[in-house]
């Protein structure tokens, strides 16, 4: 086979891959939305789930996926800001930083069961927080950590050398550079993984059946006060989400449009990460353009 | 490329005004001695030109002076600046680059806009003032004649400037802080000749109020701009004299070969 030839194979071979992958999305992301959509309604997002009776909707699994999503990143964005500054700019190359890179990669590769069960047994339990949101972001921050940590060390060290040294010939500290010039360079990407995780954190179910709960008790939406029992923003309550939601509707619902429900809270999921995904290059790119192109 | 003796060395003294002295630097990379015994002083207000071949240790020799080589090199020998030996651990390493300041090879630009890259360093030392701002951006594009080309786009990114002058905006940034010393490292290397050209006239024109080391690789331009050279070879510094001197009438062999292009 001559070079010509050999070239037009492996070039066919590559195209038939790339299509295989964007076709099994394209399916699953079409059967996903043609099942689920035409479930969708605005009643369908605005009220209450029923445990009997058809007719139930989404309202609150929807809130507690998203506030739950809020808390986790509260918690898990300072120290992953913290650690992917250190790793990017301050560990040596030795022994020390190989085990703290060694330590988030099997981290990152927990199955989230597993981060969900030792939540469990942690928080819940020994901690006696009950099955409650802060549990559960416990749980999310567990999980969402590694990979958190990692896009933000990355970023950073995406920044080149010479604007370090620019920073440094200029007389400035070495945190001063970092938090001046090094960080806002590397905002862009830190926003990227920032909302890639956010849609991985949303969409997360098994590590939340054990953390958050599978119950979604009644919650008053005009009641601010978080330390009321029934308020919305109460991070002890226990709290199912969309995700745990789909789960359980599948393998415990006993109402009659179980299915119907489920096929329309996973589009809504899909549509939301979806969101997520393409809010993360939207927003990039705008960030990059603000801080590099002429206003 | 024939053996020279590095025994052999032709380094004068300066009559004038001192900048900046080194006695006796040893710089290591590990064990890889990369610079030896070097040993010159610098005169205020003029411009020094360091010349070499490519591994010759002219860049690692000039980022010692302002400390750059910490983080990686081992440096060893007294910095005299100010009477101060400033290669000393109690040295705040912040405060000498305020005094001795660089601009590198490729133009680094913040990603900021023009003003913000001037101000940026000024408003971190504690200048607050509007007005002394104002003016010391002003007053340091001017130096680096880069003002009439962006006065009226002070606010517009940095990085969309050609390199030429994102290099010029560099070198403003640094006169801008009011440095004593401008270290360059080979500053026009990545540049066309026309922004080579416009860097040299800045650099004669920042002479009268700084003292400059510039490395180069382009014997032209340092017959052009520099007032001393000297000549590095593999780690050691053979020669050091007037720059008229040094092209025209070299005492050691090392320079006049390399020079006359025999070698680098």
Redesign the interface.
């Known amino acids: 086979m001559n070079s010509k030839a050999a070239n037009n194979v492996a070039t066919g071979v590559i195209y038939a891959l790339v299509v295989a992958v964007v076709g099994i999305l394209v399916f699953l992301l079409g059967y996903i939305l043609i099942t689920g959509v035409p479930h969708v309604s605005f009643h369908f997002l605005t009220s209450a789930a029923e445990s009997f009776k058809s007719g139930g909707g989404i309202r609150d699994q929807l809130f507690n996926s998203l506030y739950l999503l809020v808390l986790t990143l509260l918690i898990s964005f300072p120290i992953a800001l913290g650690s992917g500054i250190y790793l990017s700019e301050y560990a040596p190359n030795n022994w020390f930083t190989n085990i703290i890179r060694t330590a988030i990669e099997v981290l990152s590769s927990l199955p989230s069961v597993v981060v969900g069960l030792f939540g469990y047994l942690l928080f819940v339990i020994k901690f006696n927080l009950g099955f409650s949101i802060l549990a559960g972001a416990i749980a999310l921050t567990f999980f969402n950590l590694p990979l958190l940590t990692r896009s933000i060390e990355e970023s950073l060290e995406d920044v080149p050398d010479l604007q370090r040294e620019a920073g440094l010939s200029l007389g400035l500290s070495r945190w001063k550079t970092i938090t001046g010039i090094v960080f806002p360079a590397a905002l862009p990407g830190i926003l990227t993984g920032i909302i890639l995780s956010a849609g991985r954190v949303f969409g997360e179910a098994a590590a939340l059946i054990y953390t958050a709960g599978q119950s979604a008790p009644m919650v008053s939406y005009s009641n601010w006060n978080p330390f009321s029992p029934a308020s919305f923003l109460n991070p002890m309550r226990p709290a199912e989400t969309l995700a745990v939601h789909i789960w359980k509707v599948n393998t415990e619902g006993v109402t009659p449009d179980a299915l119907q429900i489920s096929s329309g809270a996973s589009a809504v999921l899909i549509v939301v990460i979806l969101l997520f995904n393409l809010g993360a290059r939207f927003l990039g790119n705008w960030v990059y353009k603000r801080m590099t192109a002429a206003k | 490329m024939q053996d020279y003796s590095f025994d052999e060395k032709h380094i004068v003294h300066i009559p004038t005004e001192k900048a900046l002295t080194t006695e006796d630097l040893q710089v290591y990379y590990g064990k890889n001695h990369a610079m030896t015994d070097a040993s010159l002083e610098f005169p205020r207000y003029r411009i020094t030109a360091l010349i070499g071949a490519s591994g010759s240790g002219k860049s690692t020799y000039l980022r010692s002076l302002?400390r750059?080589n910490d983080a990686i090199a081992t440096v060893e020998g007294k910095i005299i600046y100010r009477d101060t030996d400033i290669n000393s651990k109690k040295i705040n390493v912040?405060?000498?680059?305020?005094h001795i300041?660089?601009?590198?090879q490729?133009p680094?630009?913040?990603?900021?806009?023009i003003r913000e890259n001037i101000t940026?360093?000024l408003k971190?030392?504690g200048i607050k003032d509007k007005a002394e701002l104002e003016y010391r951006v002003e007053n340091s594009l001017k130096s680096a004649a880069l003002w009439d080309e962006v006065k009226d786009?002070l606010?517009?990114?940095a990085?969309?400037l050609s390199g030429g002058q994102q290099q010029r905006l560099?070198i403003a940034?640094?006169v801008a802080?009011k440095p004593d010393i401008l270290l360059l490292d080979e500053p026009a290397s990545a540049l066309d000749p026309i922004s080579t050209a416009k860097i040299e006239e800045t650099l004669k024109q920042l002479r009268k109020s700084y003292s400059i080391i510039i490395v180069t690789h382009n014997m032209q331009q340092a017959s052009r701009i520099a007032d001393y050279t000297a000549f590095f070879h593999m780690g050691h510094v053979l020669e050091y004299d007037k720059t008229e001197n040094i092209f025209t009438n070299p005492e050691i062999k090392a320079t006049e070969d390399y020079i006359s292009g025999n070698f680098g």
């Open positions: 302002n750059m912040y405060e000498v680059r305020k300041s660089m601009v590198f490729r680094n630009p913040f990603a900021k806009s940026f360093a971190r030392n786009d606010d517009k990114s990085l969309a560099c940034r640094c802080m």
